[in-house]
């Protein structure tokens, strides 16, 4: 995937597009997120992307104006998602060049797929590899590295810990759920090791360990995005 453009993701309501962006990341994909249809127009220009995945109802030009200035210039798929379910709206779509259309309510599993295969993507190569800051975490590899210092070394309960939490971007968990899902039966598995171990991965991580987040009362919570 690496290899290609990021897919642009033009969305305007914030929990749906954060969502998006999350599970686009978690897949391995390079993202670029535009919020209003003159942004979108900006960042395809900026960068051509691999695949759009486009709404309809868009502060400025809204997506029906997007397809229409992107017909016959932009040569990639198209996904429209929408909660727009009527069969005009579909039609007028598939009419100005949109290769699929999802309607919203979706699940995120199904958004994949039709990505997958709008890019002739096989399944069994499409790696889940997540990405922020200088850290690559390979989830199919059980792998962890930084740019310029190579793999993370990690301890197997380190590598347990970190991969539940990216695993479940944006949750917060408790360090139960953490030690009985992440940690050995034959081990300590009580609170303050889970905090031994997180703290351990946030240092071995450097300042990209910081989206390893402590949920007060809670326990941990991984965000794939900066705090404000």
């Known amino acids: 995937m690496d290899s290609q453009g990021p897919i642009l993701v033009v969305e305007d309501d914030p929990p749906i597009?954060?969502?998006?962006?999350?599970?686009?990341?978690?897949?391995?994909?390079?993202?670029?997120?535009?919020?209003?249809?003159?942004?979108?127009?900006?960042?395809?220009?900026?960068?051509?992307?691999?695949?759009?995945v486009l709404d309809l109802n868009l502060p400025g030009p809204d997506g029906f104006a997007l397809l229409e200035a992107w017909h016959h210039r932009l040569h990639v798929p198209i996904i429209v998602l929408s909660a727009r379910q009527e069969l005009e709206a579909?039609?007028?779509?598939?009419?100005?060049?949109?290769a699929d259309y999802l309607a919203k309510p979706f699940w995120m599993e199904e958004l994949l797929a039709r990505i997958?295969?709008?890019l002739r993507l096989p399944e069994t190569n499409a790696r889940r590899v997540l990405t922020w800051a200088d850290v690559r975490v390979d989830l199919d590899a059980r792998s962890?590295?930084?740019e310029d210092q190579g793999l993370v070394p990690l301890t197997r309960h380190e590598l347990d810990v970190l991969l539940y939490l990216v695993?479940?971007?944006?949750?917060?968990l408790t360090r139960e759920q953490i030690a009985d899902q992440a940690l050995p039966?034959?081990?300590?598995?009580?609170?303050?090791t889970v905090d031994s171990h997180v703290a351990r991965i946030r240092k071995k991580l450097g300042p990209a360990g910081a989206r390893l987040r402590t949920a007060?009362?809670?326990?941990?919570?991984?965000d794939l995005e900066d705090a404000p």
């Open 17 to 52: 597009a954060a969502g998006i962006v999350r599970g686009l990341k978690l897949a391995g994909f390079q993202v670029t997120l535009a919020t209003d249809g003159y942004l979108a127009l900006e960042a395809a220009l900026k960068e051509p992307p691999a695949l759009v």
């Open 90 to 98: 579909r039609l007028r779509s598939f009419g100005l060049g949109a």
């Open 116 to 118: 997958r295969a709008r």
């Open 144 to 146: 962890v590295s930084r």
């Open 167 to 172: 695993e479940r971007p944006g949750r917060a």
């Open 185 to 192: 039966l034959n081990e300590e598995r009580d609170a303050r």
């Open 216 to 222: 007060w009362g809670i326990g941990y919570r991984f």
